[in-house]
């Protein structure tokens, strides 16, 4: 036996053994995920007064029936509507527009704001809103989610429970129209959902997402307000982790949020996708290695490969296959939505599997046209390009 074929023998059995964790990790996690969503979710005792804070930048093809959606709440409560932007012209205050139009009886502000005070635009634009929030209660929450219209009702009522300090949500992707807004949706909804509720069961993640970051001002106030962060690419997890170091607990409760899918193109949606994983990898690199137990299909076929076609290779494929897909009809089950694209699944899945491998390449991420690498804290600095370019 030659060096390269004891070499490629060696890689076509440890391909398949990362298959076959993978097949396990998938099992598990098929278990995990009726469960999660199956807990009941908490009802509020009271009814408080509600600020809802949401940052805008540029139009989304639906950024009017996303803004709607909070506009339609069953919270019998007080609640204002802050909008922020940048800068006075951005489009996405003519959805605002049409929003005061439709809901005439919704307290709506808007506060237009060029100050910057770090990389991190968002960060900066929900700072200069916050004066105008009238109510101590706060959510802030991302232009691009929509909600159903127990949301707020049911936010408020995981705030409420004792030692809680804020309320995150997990979301599923609802894709615009094309093809590659339905690929981002198989990586939202076949990968990243499963995984945070595996790592929820098993007690290895501590995620909080921008989509939904509930909390009283009290609590913002102990974590020092939103100016640490503006520095940070992964502002969301950073704020979970403050909040949890002042000893309050961050909750997720049993239901979906919809998060937009807008990327148009291959372009856009290998960039946004490698800009999540390369964040992941210096935030929490033990995390980000074990994710590699989401891609069974790709080690498999891996596996065929590097054993030149054995058949025990191509029956692992397939089991892997069957797995994967399997896990999808119990997580469309879960969430209560159609079975759709399932020949989307096996191409995503090695699509990601190669941008899994890419991340590990560099800490250079594209943000909103920005070019920024990412430390191992998770804070943005600009590229050399970048600062030339500001010269």
């Not at 239901?255 to 990898?281: K, N």
Request: glycine content about 8%; hydrophobic content about 50%; charged content about 15%.
């Amino acid at each position: 036996m030659n060096a390269t074929h004891l070499l490629a023998v060696t890689l076509g059995y440890a391909c398949a053994a990362g298959a076959v964790f993978g097949l396990g990790y998938t099992v598990l996690t098929g278990v995990l995920i009726g469960r999660f969503f199956r807990r009941p979710v908490a009802q509020p005792a009271s009814y408080p007064a509600v600020t809802i804070v949401k940052p805008l930048h540029g139009t989304e093809w639906a950024l009017l029936a996303n803004l709607a959606s909070f506009c339609q709440q069953d919270y019998p409560g007080p609640v204002q509507f802050l909008f922020g932007v940048h800068d006075s012209t951005d489009p996405a205050l003519q959805a605002v527009d049409e929003l005061r139009r439709l809901y005439p009886e919704a307290d709506i502000s808007v506060v237009a704001d060029a100050r910057l005070y770090g990389p991190n635009r968002k960060i900066s634009n929900i700072v200069n809103m916050l004066p105008r929030a009238q109510y101590d209660v706060l959510v802030f929450a991302d232009s691009d989610v929509s909600v159903a219209a127990d949301y707020l009702r049911n936010v408020i009522g995981e705030l409420q429970k004792p030692g809680v300090g804020l309320v995150t949500c997990v979301y599923r992707g609802q894709p615009d129209p094309g093809f590659w807004p339905r690929m981002s949706a198989k990586a939202t909804n076949y990968q990243f959902l499963p995984s945070v509720v595996t790592g929820l069961a098993l007690g290895l993640a501590r995620p909080c997402f921008g989509q939904t970051v509930a909390m009283r001002r009290d609590t913002l106030d102990r974590i020092g307000g939103f100016m640490p962060f503006v520095r940070h690419l992964a502002d969301d997890h950073a704020i979970g982790e403050a909040v949890r170091m002042i000893g309050e607990k961050v909750v997720i409760p049993p239901f979906t949020i919809t998060h937009a899918c807008v990327e148009s193109s291959a372009t856009q949606l290998i960039a946004h996708e490698l800009r999540w994983s390369r964040t992941i990898r210096r935030i929490d690199p033990l995390g980000h290695f074990g994710s590699a137990l989401i891609h069974p299909l790709a080690f498999a076929l891996l596996a065929v490969a590097f054993s030149g076609g054995a058949i025990w290779a191509w029956q692992l494929a397939f089991a892997a296959m069957c797995a994967r897909l399997t896990l999808k009809l119990l997580i469309d089950r879960a969430l209560r939505q159609a079975h759709r694209d399932l020949w989307l699944l096996p191409l995503w899945d090695v699509v990601s599997f190669a941008i899994f491998v890419a991340s590990f390449w560099s800490s250079r991420v594209i943000w909103r046209g920005f070019s920024f690498k990412v430390d191992g804290d998770g804070l943005l600095s600009a590229t050399q390009e970048e600062q030339v370019e500001q010269i």
